[in-house]
């Protein structure tokens, strides 16, 4: 079983949905929990950053990790054609915080 | 706002030939990082540095790759002879703290031919 998991896509959905994305893991040892976006031929920027389990809210993005399920999400609330971009997950263990395991992406596109 | 710089943003080269990336971190960051991505495949890792030394690399990162931290502010990757297949862009990031909260460069494209 691959680290992390992550549904390529494309995922298309009309402007103003709610976007769901969300990643698996095998590795019962992350704790550091991160989904960066990423626009074509771009850097990857950090979206958002969590800690262990739980829910964190910024703006129209709330991020969402369950460790017993070993399955991490991001919602997007009102989606807009600039969210349309790869997202990643990614996340690590604090014990080898050093090397960042990422998913392979998700493409996102929103229809305006 | 501070942010990661790389330079070259595209290199072509030929198969065989040493090729040098620069990163220039955010100032007072102190763990910086190396990242490949083939075209259309996931973003992996291949090095980290931490006070003047690797602390952890990949598979990837083999005897081929090198870094160094030369003055104050740069960060190089160096591949010391080319192959097709590292054909790939690669990201320059930086953290003040080994927290996870990665800051990516807008990458250096590598083309070989």
């Known amino acids: 079983q691959k680290e992390v998991e992550q549904d390529p896509g494309p995922l298309s959905v009309p402007e103003g949905a709610i976007v769901s994305l969300n990643c698996t893991y095998s590795?019962?040892?992350?704790?550091?929990f991160m989904w960066y976006r990423q626009y074509s031929r771009k850097g990857p920027e950090l979206l958002m950053y969590?800690?262990?389990?739980g829910n964190k809210e910024d703006g129209r993005f709330t991020a969402q990790v369950d460790k017993s399920s070993k399955y991490i999400s991001l919602f997007i609330r009102d989606s807009q054609p600039s969210d349309s971009a790869t997202y990643l997950c990614?996340?690590?263990?604090?014990?080898?915080?050093?090397?960042?395991?990422f998913g392979k992406g998700t493409r996102l596109h929103i229809l305006p | 706002e501070p942010e990661v710089t790389q330079t070259p943003s595209h290199q072509v080269t030929q198969m065989g030939q040493e090729v040098i990336l620069r990163c220039v971190p955010i100032?007072?960051?102190?763990?910086f990082y190396w990242y490949r991505q083939i075209l259309g495949q996931k973003v992996e890792f291949l090095v980290s540095?931490?006070?003047?030394?690797?602390?952890?690399k990949s598979e990837i990162f083999d005897d081929q790759f090198s870094v160094e931290r030369p003055d104050g502010s740069n960060f190089t990757l160096k591949i010391r002879s080319t192959k097709l297949e590292d054909s790939a862009m690669y990201f320059c990031?930086?953290?003040?703290?080994?927290?996870?909260?990665?800051?990516f460069g807008e990458g250096s494209r590598l083309t070989v031919l």
């Open positions: 990031a930086s953290t003040q703290g080994r927290t996870g909260e990665l800051f």
């Open positions: 590795n019962s040892a992350f704790q550091y």
């Open positions: 969590t800690y262990s389990s």
């Open positions: 990614a996340m690590s263990d604090p014990n080898r915080d050093d090397k960042i395991i």
């Open positions: 100032s007072n960051h102190l763990y």
């Open positions: 540095f931490y006070n003047n030394e690797i602390s952890e």
